[in-house]
């Protein structure tokens, strides 16, 4: 695995919550984060948004669009939570394909492995590690793309972009679900509350890794909101995009085409 990026997309420095430090420092902490709380990655999901992330991902996964031996590839793909929905997705249509899980981190890979194991969900899903800011895979390879919650842990965004538009074929499909800007100020001083404080000690609690968690609300105020994202897909050259708020902007989902 090489994290090396492209010259032109050098940085001195990147953002880890709200820290800057290097690059390279970046991707062994996010593997570190990840590493420490894979085992109770799903259960914490669970515990911090109540329940809503099903239902994010849900709506998510309704809109890849499926045809016979579709192949989509799921970045950042984790312990296969987007993966098992669109296999689910996939049989419920009676459809032939392939989901391949894409991750950097060995760890939440396992512990998806072992779970789909143990689920049955073992035929048509592959899972590889690998860095989505440089893909194990050729150019025009996918029918669709899809990344939840993980662009926002990447170091060079606008590479995995690009990395994206890249191994979609002519027409493929781009998604993206990820935290975005919340659209109401109502709710903003109730969930930094939420953020700063309620989450890491939740976090502490259950993974025993409180700063874990705390990175998670400082890497979702430093993300891209809802309009620069919509433009960094434009720049890596996607067509067609456009996105959606869900619970007030807490999240969105932005899609994208790779014109025929
Ligand atoms: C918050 S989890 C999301 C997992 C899954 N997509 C879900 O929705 O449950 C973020 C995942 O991004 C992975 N990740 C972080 N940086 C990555 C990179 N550069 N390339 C590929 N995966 C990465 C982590 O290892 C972790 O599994």
Redesign the pocket.
Known sequence: LT?EPKDKDFKKETDFGFLNISPSEK?AK??AV?DHVASQ??LM?DLMSAGL?RAW?NQFVDQVSLKPDVKIL??????G??ASRLWAKLQKKMLQGTIII????ER?LQEGKDRALNNGLLKGIEWVC????RLPFPSNSMDVYT????LR???YKET?LQEAFRVLKPGGQFLC?EFSCLQDGLLAPLYDLYSFKVLPMLGKWVTGNGPAYQYLAESIRRFPNQTTLKGMMEDAGFSMVSYQNLFKGLTAIHQGWKKI
């Open positions: 994290n991707t996010v593997r990840f990655y799903d999901n992330h991902k799921d970045v950042a793909g984790g312990t939570d987007i894409c991750d950097i981190n939440m690998g860095n989505a800011e990344i939840a919650f993980g842990n990447v170091t995995a679900l």
